[in-house]
């Protein structure tokens, strides 16, 4: 089982700054994708940052020059470091990672195509 654990969220005045975390456990092998989600009340899921195993992100045209993806492959953990926090970043946050390998056992891995955080709820006051 692969599971991912986020951590981080909170309430945050408006221009202040959060840190949010990510980790994934269960015998990961490596994971080549991973980002964040948010999703705000009566709007759909959307992208915030993805960064690859190699480094390469992407972000919302939204969030770009305020948000900053970031991982450490040897602890398979992701961050997403936000600043200059606005009230319509009000929304909880759902870590998400792709194309996990997983080992179960000497000489035999799994792959996990998709897996989603719980979520973390991160509130901006206007």
């Known amino acids: 089982q692969v599971q991912l654990v986020e951590s981080g969220g909170g309430l945050v005045q408006a221009g202040g700054s959060l840190r949010l975390s990510c980790a994934a456990s269960g015998s990961i092998f490596s994971i080549e994708d991973m980002g964040w989600y948010r999703q705000a009340p009566g709007k759909q899921r959307e992208l915030v940052a993805r960064i690859t195993s190699g480094g390469s992100t992407n972000y919302a045209d939204s969030v770009k020059g305020r948000f900053t993806i970031s991982r450490d492959n040897a602890k398979n953990t992701v961050y997403l470091q936000m600043s200059s926090l606005k009230p319509e970043d009000t929304a909880v946050y759902y870590c998400?990672?792709?194309?996990?390998?997983?080992?179960?056992?000497?000489?035999?891995?799994?792959?996990?195509?998709?897996?989603w955080g719980q979520g973390t709820l991160v509130t901006v006051p206007s």
């Open positions: 998400n990672a792709k194309d996990i390998i997983r080992t179960i056992s000497v000489g035999v891995r799994y792959r996990y195509l998709e897996v």
